[in-house]
């Protein structure tokens, strides 16, 4: 049974940092790409970074670009998102989900949330950034 869990979500200011990690059990984790994804209330869900699975390669929105960092820890069956500079705007409910297809995360790829593309779907941290 793929299973993805979340941790590190807090409450911080502006200008503070948070790490978020998502630990993998019961699948081969090296076969997946592994994307972030956060969504806001009353928002859509918003893809903010991924690791791609081939060579590790990543993808960051526009919008984290230079703030957030997105690392995978093959030992550990791990994705960790550094994130920095945080923003209001930054505030969420953060997901890590395993692609079903590996190349939906490549550096020239934007990637957008679309039902059906994951193997698995973690229960989200909440990040509050306040002003």
């Known amino acids: 049974q793929v299973h993805l869990v979340e941790s590190g979500g807090g409450l911080v200011q502006a200008g503070e940092s948070l790490k978020l990690s998502c630990a993998a059990s019961?699948?081969?984790?090296?076969?997946?790409?592994i994307g972030w994804f956060r969504q806001a209330p009353g928002k859509e869900y918003e893809g903010v970074s991924c690791?791609?699975?081939?060579?590790?390669?990543?993808w960051y929105a526009d919008s984290v670009k230079g703030r957030f960092t997105i690392s995978r820890e093959h030992a550990k069956d791990t994705v960790s998102l550094q994130m920095n500079s945080l923003e209001p705007e930054d505030t969420a409910v953060y997901y890590c989900?395993?692609?079903?297809?590996?190349?939906?995360?490549?550096?020239?790829?934007?990637?957008?949330?679309?039902?059906?593309?994951?193997?698995?779907w973690g229960q989200g941290t909440q990040v509050t950034v306040s002003a």
């Open positions: 989900a395993a692609l079903v297809s590996p190349p939906l995360c490549a550096p020239s790829r934007v990637l957008v949330y679309s039902e059906g593309d994951y193997a698995s």
């Open positions: 019961g699948f081969a984790f090296d076969y997946y790409s």
């Open positions: 690791s791609a699975s081939s060579d590790d390669s990543t």
